[in-house]
């Protein structure tokens, strides 16, 4: 098992390093000043788009929040290979962490799936179930990415609650979308949970060791 997971952490991180790292134009985008703030608006969208379909299609909801899990993941990724490649730090130690923490998510969304080809649920029931999953791992990610994905946990937790109380989409869009996007802007330098903090260090391209 230890082997396994090795292997799959090190495909992650050649993955990384040769798809990224080595492409000039992404490279570029990597040091965006604003990457952060852009990724986070839009996986609001996203979120606003996934919470319209619920509360409108139910049923649709479980394919909708299934399609959200690697996005959200890719996300995570993404920025936290844009933080090694500015401020220095671990391709290894990124890679062990995002395939852990997504790899979990990933099992958790199976056993939902199983459940639901079971009969145990139904496709609301599922689709609130990955609802709430991926809500716990977007806020875990912000232990290592900050606030704006703390908020945005905390986002997915509020208007999954919402919606399974069938609440109407104006309240939602004023009690949670609004009011959290200006705060996931705002209390960026403002952490009042726990983020792991990096030394920086040259921003060259960013080295395994």
């Known amino acids: 098992m230890k082997e396994k997971i090795a292997a ?3 495909e ?31 996986l609001v969208f996203l979120v606003l788009i996934g919470d319209v379909i619920s509360s409108s299609f139910p049923r649709l909801s479980y394919i909708y929040w299934l399609s959200m899990v690697p996005i959200l993941g890719f996300s995570a990724v993404f920025l936290e290979t844009s933080r090694v490649v500015n401020q220095g730090g671990s391709l290894s130690r990124l890679a062990t962490l995002q ?4 790899g979990g998510t990933a099992m958790a969304v199976v056993v939902i799936f199983f459940l639901l080809k079971n009969g145990q649920v139904d496709d609301t029931g599922a689709g609130l179930a990955i609802h709430v999953i991926l809500a716990l791992s977007t806020f875990l990610s912000g232990v290592y990415l900050g606030w704006k ?19 109407e989409f104006a309240t939602m869009l004023l009690l ?7 705060l996931g802007l705002y209390l960026e330098d403002h952490f009042f949970l726990p983020v792991i903090r990096r030394k920086k260090t ?3 391209r960013a080295t395994s060791h």
């Open 8 to 10: 799959i952490t090190g």
């Open 12 to 42: 992650v991180e050649e993955v990384i390093e040769e798809r990224i790292l080595e492409n000039p134009n992404v490279n570029q985008v990597l040091r965006f000043s604003y990457l952060k703030q852009v990724t986070f608006v839009g």
């Open 99 to 102: 395939t852990t923490h997504w």
């Open 149 to 167: 994905f703390y908020s945005l946990g905390i986002l997915l937790f509020i208007t999954a609650l919402l919606v399974g109380y069938n609440a």
């Open 176 to 182: 949670t979308f609004i009011p959290i996007t200006i």
């Open 202 to 204: 040259t921003p060259s």
